[in-house]
């Protein structure tokens, strides 16, 4: 049983401390807005199983029961749309819906692209009953659908389930073994996909209580990672790999460590010794060259943090900002080189796309498969954020007189430069934009997108699985200095289709929030 913070909807919806004075609160009052009360919430003190959004409550209004009545007479694709099910369904049907909408099939994503999540059924299959990685399943598959259906008995189910799996996790990851590793891997990046489902808004409410003013509260998003363990625990799991030198599981240990490093990235922390070198996993070609970009340019953000710092703060063994402008001169000159020297079938064209809102400027690019797209996309907010770097780096250089002038030139290349590739994101997500039916733009009627050789009718701007791809790049893009703010705002609000479809909480605050800071 939990406490959960009391207060009028109003100020639960901004995300501020409420003083509970009814009939108007004096923040509502204040800020001249409707005080809004929950009818069934007390005077006295308030119990509940857990806080309305964790429950799977919205934000803001969900989709209207016309929209949803119209997605059930719609004929059934060979993807499942999200559409509301029984609320008496099973556990059968809420994996269902799950794998349906959250898992790439093998046709739909290349391997350089595909994530741990995407070998979740290989080893569900492979495990026991009862074990950690059967019950995390469960407990995601029923956050997701009671997420996205509002069914609070699914999230009830998802805790009870999430609970017995880390019970069962706790003695299991203390017996590692070769023939259960993987299984392990799966399990710890699955608990992570939970969390942020089900736990991000209440980790902010606590962090937000005990606010602090430090630098890593508003650069890394370190609310976030307080009490989150799963990454670094995937990551001893790898470390552990190499030392009893066990056989390695290449696909999944690459998909593992992608994500480790694009972690490390938003959290401002360099690679592990031990995940430096992808080669070592088996990546190759254009893949492993941008690979290697992305393990420098985690480097090189946890070295340019103190350019965040204010000068009374900054001490004298720090890195000069001269060195981490030419680091990141360096580091941009490798992208352009990595981008220019792809192979043909990367490469992607330029169309017109007159459909309203589904374009930034009216143009889009097309890709190959999404996997292409999802490391172009990568490519682009890595290079915004080298640019950012820079363009920071060299704001201290210009304090100095006598670099004044050639500091600010190279200023305007910077932000000339990432408006450019702000803009190429804007047209490059568009691939991941499902198309209106109707020849106006209603928000209401059903959209469509072909994922491989499947054709997927939805409500949703974005659908889950497509927008797995899109949050990094874009959580990326959206909070970086120097972002023109039309670009800004069209990348924030295709961030905010992703998370809403998603249903993950992080990424949710990500796009209202100011936690990280490029």
């Known amino acids: 049983m939990v406490f959960p913070r009391r207060g009028c909807t109003t100020c639960k919806r901004r995300r501020i401390k409420c003083d509970v004075v009814r009939p108007v609160c004096g923040r509502c009052q204040k800020a001249t807005r409707d005080c809004v009360w929950d009818q069934n919430e007390e005077a006295g003190l308030l119990f509940k199983s857990e806080n309305a959004f964790a429950q799977g409550k919205p934000r803001r209004p969900w989709k209207s029961r016309e929209r949803e009545d119209a997605a059930d007479d719609t004929q059934a694709p060979d993807v499942a749309p999200l559409s509301p099910m029984s609320l008496s369904v099973g556990e059968d049907d809420v994996f269902r819906f799950w794998a349906d909408n959250f898992l790439f099939r093998e046709d739909e994503i290349p391997e350089f692209a595909r994530d741990s999540v995407y070998y979740t059924l290989t080893y569900r299959d492979r495990a026991k009953p009862g074990s950690s990685l059967c019950l995390a399943v469960s407990a995601y598959s029923h956050a997701s659908y009671g997420r996205a259906m509002q069914v609070d008995e699914k999230i009830v189910d998802a805790e009870r389930l999430f609970a017995k799996s880390i019970l069962i996790m706790q003695s299991e990851i203390h017996e590692p073994t070769q023939d259960n590793i993987d299984e392990l891997l799966v399990t710890t990046m699955l608990m992570a996909y939970y969390e942020n489902v089900m736990y991000g808004d209440e980790r902010h409410l606590v962090r937000e209580r005990e606010a602090t003013l430090s630098m890593e509260s508003h650069v890394v998003g370190a609310r976030f990672w307080e009490d989150v363990c799963h990454h670094e625990g995937a990551a001893g799991l790898l470390k552990l790999r190499q030392q009893r030198e066990w056989t390695p599981n290449l696909p999944l240990d690459r998909a593992v460590r992608r994500q480790l490093i694009r972690t490390c990235i938003l959290r401002g922390i360099p690679v592990a010794p031990w995940l430096l070198n992808g080669a070592h996993f088996g990546e190759e070609g254009p893949v492993l060259e941008f690979d290697s970009i992305m393990v420098r340019v985690a480097a090189l953000r946890a070295r340019s943090l103190c350019l965040f710092l204010p000068k009374s703060h900054r001490f004298s063994d720090q890195p000069h900002p001269g ?32 459909t309203p809102g589904l374009t930034f400027d009216g143009l889009a690019h097309v890709y190959a498969n999404y996997g292409h797209t999802a490391v172009w996309s990568r490519y682009r907010a890595v290079h915004m954020v080298v640019n950012s770097i820079r363009k920071r780096a060299l704001t201290r250089l210009e304090q100095c007189s006598a670099q004044a002038v050639s500091a600010k030139l190279e200023q305007d290349i910077c932000l000339e430069k990432t408006a450019l590739l702000a803009t190429d ?29 499947n054709v997927v009718q939805t409500n949703d701007e974005v659908v889950p699985k497509l927008g797995t791809l899109l949050a990094w790049p874009l959580s990326l893009a959206a909070n970086t200095d120097g972002v023109p703010e039309p670009q800004r705002r069209w990348l924030k609000s295709k961030l905010k289709s992703a998370a809403d479809s998603m249903g993950d909480a992080i990424l949710t605050i990500i796009t209202e929030q100011s936690d990280f800071r490029f």
């Not at 080189?337 to 169309?351: G, K, V």
């Open 323 to 354: 060195d981490i402008a030419a680091e990141a001169r360096e580091l941009s000159t490798a992208l352009d080189s990595w981008s220019q020297d792809i192979p043909d079938d990367w490469n992607f064209s330029t169309r017109p796309d007159p």
């Open 425 to 453: 994101l804007c047209r490059g997500a568009s691939f991941f934009l499902s198309t209106p039916l109707a020849v106006a733009q209603d928000p209401t009627s059903t959209r469509t997108i072909k994922i491989g050789d």
